[in-house]
Nanobody
Framework: QVQLVESGGGSVQAGGSLRLSCEAS?????MGWFRQAPGKEREAIAA???????NYVDSVKGRFTISKDNAKNTLYLQMNSLNPEDTAMYYC?????????????????WGQGTQVTVSS
């Protein structure tokens, strides 16, 4: 059974940084991060493929960096210059195929989520 173990969430002041990690129990072609704030729809924020190709939603470009350690099947999200609008539950998601990177339907397994709270 596939497991995704997320870590790294927490509370930080605006302008601060956090790094999220997601360890997968198997290899996946695509790994991504989604987030969902209270009262809002789930939003894809970044994804990375096995060939290193990355995609980001415009609101995090230049602030967030997605990366992965293929040897460890571990996904990371370095988040800098955080602001209160980044407050949300962050989810790791993985899939075996490509497709539309920000479409949740292309991802097969999901982590349990890790909370990120940014105060002003």
């Amino acid at each position: 059974q596939v497991q995704l173990v997320e870590s790294g969430g927490g509370s930080v002041q605006a302008g601060g940084s956090l790094r999220l990690s997601c360890e997968a129990s198997a290899y996946f072609y695509r790994m991504g991060w989604f987030r969902q704030a209270p009262g809002k729809e789930r939003e894809a924020i970044a994804a990375i493929d096995s060939d290193g190709g990355t995609n980001y939603v415009d609101s995090v470009k230049g602030r967030f960096t997605i990366s992965k350690d293929n040897a460890k099947n571990t996904l990371y999200l370095q988040m800098n210059s955080l602001n209160p609008e980044d407050t949300a539950m962050y989810y790791c998601a993985v899939g075996w195929y490509g497709g539309i990177w920000d479409d949740a339907g292309w991802y097969r397994y999901w982590g349990q989520g890790t909370q990120v709270t940014v105060s002003s």
